[in-house]
């Protein structure tokens, strides 16, 4: 009862075949790998953004004041 019998390890393996089929883990990784560069992709445009904004100048404006005179 400590071990598992050769059946038990015949099915396992058969449900893991089942699962993971020829070609299932490369279409995974696959999947994986064009969402960490369309990630990668959105955080440096975020960044580009960001920068076209930090560099378009500002306009200031200024108000002249002139102090009252004291009477």
């Known amino acids: 009862m400590g ?3 050769i059946w038990h ?6 449900i ?3 699962l993971f089929g ?4 490369p279409e995974l990784m696959g999947d994986v790998a064009k ?3 369309s990630f990668k992709k959105g955080m440096s445009d975020e960044d580009e953004n960001q920068t076209a904004s930090n ?3 500002t306009t200031t404006k200024t108000v ?3 102090a009252d005179e004291v009477k």
């Open 35 to 37: 969402g960490i560069k």
């Open 64 to 66: 002249d004041h002139k």
């Open 9 to 14: 390890w015949i099915i396992v393996l058969a």
């Open 55 to 57: 560099a378009q100048p």
């Open 16 to 18: 893991v075949l089942l």
């Open 22 to 25: 020829r070609g299932k883990i």
């Open 3 to 5: 071990s598992f019998s």
